[in-house]
Nanobody, 121 residues
Framework: QVQLVESGGGLVQPGGSLRLSCTGS????????VGWFRQAPGKEREGVSC??????ATYYADFVKGRFTLSRVGNTVTLQMNSLEPEDTGVYYC????????????????WGQGTQVTVSS
């Protein structure tokens, strides 16, 4: 069965860190664009970061630049999240698509189940 398996997430205080991981199960992520989206309650799902999207460079949304780092090791893509803020709260989804796809919901072909991130004191 082809699926993206996510791990990580949880509850953290403002200023804290979390690490999210996304692993391809049943298929390789080597030649795919792999990104992270998030969705806060009552808001649309938005792109956070992506590797091998668009022009191939690692992309970060402005609201996470300097705080989040995306890395790829083997068949796992990891999102290291530092200096977390309450506004970062939401369900985080891993997604994959053909290489050089745009980081948009409609362009993703595979989705993980989502993992909850809550930033609160």
């Amino acid at each position: 069965q082809v699926q993206l398996v996510e791990s990580g997430g949880g509850l953290v205080q403002p200023g804290g860190s979390l690490r999210l991981s996304c692993t391809g199960s049943g298929f390789t992520l080597d030649y795919l664009a792999v990104g992270w989206f998030r969705q806060a309650p009552g808001k649309e799902r938005e792109g956070v970061s992506c590797t091998m999207c668009s022009d191939g460079a690692t992309y970060y949304a402005d609201f996470v630049k300097g705080r989040f780092t995306l890395s790829r090791v083997g068949n796992t893509v990891t999102l290291q999240m530092n200096s977390l803020e309450p506004e970062d709260t939401g369900v985080y989804y891993c997604a994959a698509a053909n290489r050089y796809s745009d980081l948009t919901v409609k362009d993703m072909n595979y989705w993980g189940q989502g993992t909850q991130v809550t930033v609160s004191s």
